[in-house]
């Protein structure tokens, strides 16, 4: 269908110098406006039925709010959790609030002003072009644990990369610190992030300079995999120093954002990013941090989100670890290494994520290619490498490695050094 041409749904446009109102606003492509003739601000026509190419009616109306709104926007927040997306477009479009409390007639021409061009087609698009998806509440790769966040949850989350991001959140952990870190910081940060990645966990930071590059990098050295939380879209390198690691994270990971594609950073959408790496992860580390520090505000999240807050001292005499030690001394928990760190969270994951009493799923309900993978893990106490189960199960050795975080995410198997081997059952 050829979007520049006049669709008769749209009302005509308001004269100029006039206050916008509902004839005014036009609906965004792909979504379901009024009946063809309604007077202006008639309430819209049923849905039109999507092709079976084109996304589900609520994913549009979702992609739609995720440029409508900043990330973390209380207001679509609170009226998502009343009314599904698609009713709240259309009733900002409209000039309505969808429910109590309402905002301020500022804040509603504010939605309804930028609501004019959008295209969630488009996006949904350009990000499909890139080997991405838009995944939403309901999806079965929509991690529940995201629900924390109330009606600061997102709207929805641009996926880039393999894997399954509701599996590979089961057994992660963020770290996260200074972007200007020292040498001593980056070291820390990419031995605890690659010892992590070999005992099964699955390493979460922001993509950005730092102590974030040092645990993205650390995770990858030993082949494991690990995501990134952007403030940006995830077709945006940034910082454009970390183009070549991003594009990295994204072939043996994935990239995560609550902006749509080609949207790029601002200071205020990095501390609102912070809240995903904290919701996301079942506990956060900090590894160097000044008093002042986008880090400590992902700790503090963490913290009022009932995760574990942990953090690696450094020397008194160092100005980017005093914001660690005051952390420390507000209840953080003292770690030094990845052994720490993994008796920590794993106690807490119970706490928060307690496993179901009863046998563990069988394995027919496993999808082919992770039943094959599976097939081909020995019993033995050695285990056996990528390169080998890749041979024995026909498998390319990424995709065999990404179906090994999945299986250890679910208990099947556990990672021994380079080796992967049945989880023993008592």
Not at 242 to 247: A, P, Q, V, Y
């Given at each position: ?57 609520e994913r549009l109306a979702r992609a739609a709010l995720s440029r409508l709104g900043e990330p973390g926007d209380v207001q679509l927040g609170r ?348």
């Open positions: 269908m050829n979007r520049t041409a006049k669709d008769p749904r749209q009302s005509p446009p308001a004269a100029a110098g006039s206050a916008p109102g509902p004839e005014s606003t036009s609906e965004p492509a792909g979504l379901p406006g009024p009946e063809p003739g309604a007077p202006p601000g008639a309430a819209p026509g049923p849905p039109t039925r999507p092709r079976p190419e084109d996304p589900e009616p009226w998502l959790a009343g009314s599904d997306a698609l009713g709240v477009v259309r009733a900002i479009r409209d000039g309505t609030a969808p429910g109590p409390p309402g905002p301020d007639d500022a804040r509603l021409a504010a939605y309804r002003a930028r609501m004019t061009g959008l295209d969630p087609v488009a996006d949904l698009e350009r990000v499909r072009a890139a080997g991405g998806r838009f995944i939403i509440p309901g999806d079965a790769e929509w991690p529940s644990q995201l629900d924390d966040l109330g009606a600061g949850r997102p709207t929805g989350l641009w996926v880039l990369g393999t894997g399954s991001l509701r599996l590979l959140a089961l057994r992660s952990v963020a770290v996260v610190g200074a972007r200007a870190c020292t040498a001593y910081g980056a070291h820390v940060a990419g031995d605890l992030a690659a010892q992590l990645a070999e005992r099964g966990w699955v390493v979460v930071s922001g993509g950005a300079y730092g102590i974030d590059a040092a645990a993205h990098r650390g995770a990858l050295a030993v082949g494991g995999p690990t995501v990134g939380v952007l403030a940006c879209g995830v077709d945006v390198a940034y910082p454009r120093g970390n183009t070549g690691l991003i594009r990295r994270i994204a072939g043996q990971g994935l990239l995560v954002s609550e902006l749509p594609p080609g949207e790029h950073p601002t200071r205020f959408r990095f501390v609102l990013r912070n809240r995903v790496i904290a919701a996301l992860t079942r506990g956060t580390v900090v590894v160097e941090a000044a008093l002042r520090s986008g880090a400590l505000s992902t700790a503090r999240r963490a913290r009022d989100l009932n995760r574990h807050t942990m953090g690696v001292p450094g020397p008194v005499t160092s100005e980017l670890s005093a914001g660690v030690h005051v952390l420390i001394r507000g209840g953080a928990t003292v770690v030094t290494d990845a052994a720490e760190i993994a008796e920590l969270i794993g106690s807490i994951g119970d706490d928060l994520a307690p496993e179901r009493s009863g046998p563990v799923l069988p394995r027919d309900l496993l999808e082919p290619a992770a039943a094959r993978v599976l097939e081909a893990v020995p019993a033995t106490p050695d285990g056996a490498p990528v390169e080998r189960l890749a041979r024995q199960s026909g498998l390319p050795p990424d995709e065999v490695l990404q179906r090994l975080y999945e299986l250890g995410s679910l208990g099947h198997v556990e990672r021994h050094g380079a080796h992967w081997r049945l989880v023993r059952r008592r």
